[in-house]
RNA sequence: GCCGGAGUGGCGGAACGGCAGACGCACGGGACUUAAAAUCCUGGGCCCCGGGAGGGGCGUGUGGGUUCAAAUCCCACCUCCGGCACCA
């Protein structure tokens, strides 16, 4: 092949990504005629380069918005930057250039990376979290929480990343470590925002019902992270004071059985209850020494439980039982009351606490196949069983038992039915300075004073210092933190925390239906119009933190009215990680494909084929150095399919096509040619529209291109028909354009056409183009399949049975045996059943 | 421990009650070429019998079951990956 018919992919993409940038052929505005279907990739945090995993979300979603929009759909497809964030902190340090210098590089650098992969973003909408355009909005978001009770400031022993040298939220803890450092976190106590995401615990648990869009991993690892648990508040009252200690428990069946008391050693109880007794001191050392203990060392495999006895006594409510307070390692002050009931003989962790302090073990629930006894019990006894030792209660099935025992202690005022979470509200202060402020002035006189809507942004200064040691140089910025009251005009100090980068992709969706407002966040009708987004994909590691973050803050914009729909993404994909040599790609393994280099070497189209045809969106994908070779192989055997088809389809120009395509018209070999390009048709719309089958859709599309070839070395070129090789190659391209953009659009001019490829209403197939007069069916005998026949559609049942009893080598294995049975599933296969 | 997902040729994967291995990668053979690259054609799950055309058996992690028919449905188990886990 000459050097001219290669396909020069270099020039080629380039010139048509300058050419759709021109026309602009993906902005969008809202078009209530239309249908709207909203796509959305995860956007990125500015890094520097983009990397296989970007490539690989954000071509699922071009494929996706291409497809739709050829479907005839309004498509939003936006792209932006979660750009705050502690790298760019991290290079000021450590090089000396400004955070936000460092992440405007980052962000040029690798828009260009993604213009030149071709995607169909509408980039008028891009939005920036770190300008004061976006994160005036995101302090505005700040502010509706804050006035409607769902943001507050509390002392709290919280998680502190010693290396990222701020707070850290739960979900942002992974086995003890930071999830971005994988530092160890200690605990601290500190005064900090919050935002009271467990107000919304119910809904976040109960709507996911409404999200059959959602992998069901997703969906469960939500379940999980939120953990409702039912059970009962009780309240023991301490001897001698009277005071309250009211424990949670999901087994008030087990009431009776109580032996000992646990608080969590930093219970504010504990030091009353102490003082002025012999144990004080120990405990006060013992508290001294669980509260410096890391998570990881808190909650180490096995844990070792361990305990002190303060001294004190409490009375059980329900059996008047004199029961010994401890304080114990094992109970989280963070999670239910900060106090547990001691019930050894039916929980694990009480009874290995009794068997190592000697604490009596008391049997309430008796097993009904084998009894329990306390002294020789090996293991607490969890399941349910019959209620014994328990007074009135005794004789009761314990599932019974629960609902019996809350009653009665709700009726007597010491207990009530609870529902208890393992949600935390959501610690969103960042002792860091490149972040949206937290807009909250704090003065002598008034207090905290939320700084007025009017006076937003809170800006972040330009000339902050940035040291790596001490306090943020937002806190030591004096122009910064001096500031008047907004209330009453006197000196005031400015919150000097930012908030979590969390909060700003909390809402960036919602900024994408209306990027330009200067006026409010959004505008209702366009978000009404757009939202919600139809299909959200990303990776799943944001299965509890963004997309839990963003479910709430969705349900709380709706409660204040600004929404009008109760969840952000109907339809969620989660799509595989990249791997290379079975790894992760990282720089320290030296396993990293560079997509860059791909694109130079392959080109953006067979970067994207490879990427959708390795592997389905969900799984892991091994990148393959051979593989991008194949797609590359099958992007210039496409277009060296049109291309040297072009003279015979200029035959084709100004006849009537459909005239031509009569089947009275076609040999036999234009109707095998016309079978595939239908059938491909068919097959590619049915796996981009109730799957995400690109990889099957591309093989597909690869059989009708070994069609095409085939077709063209078997006919004699005189005698192919034009109209049939048009319709093959314009179906091809149309095909193929959501994967590979720039060799169809340019295929698509080629032919002659004037309008964009990617404007094209999606083909569709014709039934009748697909109907054959025969097919071929296997015989099996009892199973196997001994030979093949052929018979026409139309035959019947009869016939076909027949033809397969007739069947050539079907005689040797039914000769001399009973038939039993003959099955005929037409168009496919008879089977046979002899004895 | 509880919950979820996955195990198919040398490799990525397809089929999700009806002919296992579509499509591609890698590999073998052939054509074109002085040669190579590129391209085009072609072969192939594994084992056994046969010189050959051909024939037979076994095959979707393991063991059972349902069915004329199971990678696919049911039961039990194994391995790997992921989530939660001293959560009362």
């Not at 050419?19 to 005629?33: A, H, L, N």
């Not at 004080?280 to 180490?300: D, W």
């Not at 069983?385 to 019996?404: Q, W």
Request: net charge negative; hydrophobic share 40%; proline share 7%.
């Amino acid at each position: 092949m000459s050097a001219e018919e290669r396909y020069n992919f270099k020039e080629v993409e380039a010139r048509w990504q300058r050419e759709w940038e021109r026309s602009g052929i993906y902005k969008v505005t809202e078009d209530p005629s239309r249908p709207k279907y909203y796509a959305l990739a995860m956007f990125p945090y500015p890094s520097g380069k983009i990397h296989m995993g970007h490539v690989r979300n954000y071509t699922i979603v071009d494929a996706i918005a291409r497809y739709r929009r050829m479907r005839g759909y309004n498509v939003l497809h936006p792209m932006g930057y979660d750009a705050f964030g502690l790298p760019a902190e991290n290079a000021a340090i450590q090089h000396g250039v400004a955070p936000d210098k460092w992440t405007w590089a980052n962000i040029a650098e690798m828009t260009e990376q993604l213009k030149s992969l071709g995607y169909s973003y509408d980039w008028d909408r891009a939005v920036y979290t770190c300008r004061p355009d976006y994160y005036r909005w995101t302090q505005w978001l700040f502010l509706q929480l804050y006035k409607h009770g769902l943001a507050y400031r509390k002392k709290a022993p919280v998680n502190w990343c010693p290396s990222c040298e701020t707070v850290l939220a739960n979900e942002q803890v992974e086995d003890g470590r930071c999830w971005r450092c994988d530092s160890p976190v200690t605990r601290n106590e500190l005064e900090q925002w919050f935002l009271r995401i467990t107000r919304y615990a119910d809904e976040l648990l109960a709507d996911l019902e409404k999200l059959p869009g959602w992998p069901e991993r997703v969906r469960v690892m939500q379940q999980n992270w939120i953990g409702r648990s039912e059970g009962a508040e009780v309240t023991f009252t301490v001897e001698g004071t009277g005071d309250p200690i009211t424990v949670f428990t999901t087994r008030p069946d087990t009431l009776y059985g109580v032996t000992f008391m646990a608080l969590a050693p930093e219970h504010p109880l504990v030091e009353k209850l102490i003082a002025g007794r012999p144990e004080a001191e120990a405990v006060r050392a013992f508290r001294e020494r669980v509260r410096n203990q890391s998570e990881i060392e808190r909650t180490a495999e096995g844990g070792e439980k361990e305990g002190l006895f303060t001294g004190a006594y409490c009375i059980n409510p329900l059996s008047g039982d004199r029961v010994p307070i401890w304080v114990a390692n094992y109970v989280l002050m963070e999670y239910g009351t900060g106090a547990v009931m001691g019930v050894p003989a039916h929980d694990q962790r009480d009874f290995e606490f009794a068997r190592k302090y000697g604490l009596p073990v008391r049997v309430v629930i008796q097993n009904p196949s084998r009894n329990l006894d306390p002294a020789t019990m090996a293991e607490a006894y969890p399941e349910p069983g019959v209620m014994v030792n328990s007074g009135p209660f005794d004789g009761l099935p314990s599932e019974e038992g629960k609902e019996r025992v809350v009653a009665y202690l709700e009726e007597k005022g010491v207990g009530r039915r609870k529902v208890q979470y393992r949600l935390r509200d959501w610690l969103i202060s960042r002792q860091r300075a490149w972040g949206a402020p937290i807009p909250i002035v704090y003065c002598d006189r008034c207090g905290t004073v939320p700084v007025p809507e009017s006076d937003l942004p809170v800006l972040l200064p330009e000339d902050l210092v940035f040291t790596g040691k001490g306090a943020s140089p937002l806190a030591r910025h004096e122009g910064f933190v001096n500031t008047t009251c907004p209330r009453c005009g006197g000196p005031a100090r400015r919150e000097t925390d930012t908030m979590d980068t969390f909060i700003c992709s909390s809402w960036y969706y919602l900024r994408f239906a209306d990027p330009q407002n200067g006026q409010a966040p959004f505008d209702r009708a366009k978000v009404d119009y757009w939202l919600p987004v139809d299909q959200y994909v990303g990776g799943v590691e944001h299965a509890v933190l963004h997309l839990l973050y963003s479910r709430f803050i969705t349900k709380a914009l709706r409660d204040m009215g600004y929404l009008g729909f109760d969840e952000p993404f109907t339809n969620l994909l989660t799509q595989g990680m990249v791997l290379k040599d079975g790894a992760k790609m990282s720089k320290s393994k030296g396993n990293v494909v560079s997509p860059e280099e791909m694109i130079n070497r392959y080109g953006a189209d067979a970067c994207r084929l490879f990427i959708l045809f390795a592997a389905p969106p969900e799984r892991d994908l091994e990148w393959s150095d051979e593989g991008i070779e194949g797609a590359a192989r099958f992007v210039n055997r496409f277009y060296r399919m049109v291309r040297s088809a072009l003279p015979v389809l200029e035959r084709a120009r100004g006849t009537d096509r459909q005239a031509a395509l009569r089947p009275e018209a076609l040999g036999e070999a234009e109707k095998a040619l016309r079978r595939v390009v239908h059938g491909t048709i068919r097959k590619v719309t049915q796996d981009l529209t109730d799957r995400f089958g690109f990889n099957t859709a591309i093989a597909s599309l690869m059989e009708l291109v070994n069609a095409f070839y085939e077709y063209r070395s078997q006919v004699p070129e005189d005698r192919q028909n034009p109209a049939v090789l048009a319709e093959a190659a314009e179906s091809a391209v149309l095909l193929i354009a959501p994967f590979c953009p720039h060799l169809a659009e340019e295929l698509w001019h080629q032919m002659g056409h004037t309008e964009s490829v990617h404007l094209q209403p999606w083909p569709t197939y014709d039934e009748a183009a697909l109907t054959v007069e025969t097919v071929e069916m296997a015989v099996q005998v009892s199973g196997k399949v001994r030979d093949r026949i052929r018979v026409p559609v139309s035959a019947t049942e009869e016939e076909i049975r027949a033809a397969a009893l007739a069947a050539e080598k079907v005689q040797p294995h039914i000769a001399g045996k009973e038939i039993q049975k003959v099955v005929v599933v037409p168009g496919r296969l008879v089977n046979i059943v002899v004895r």
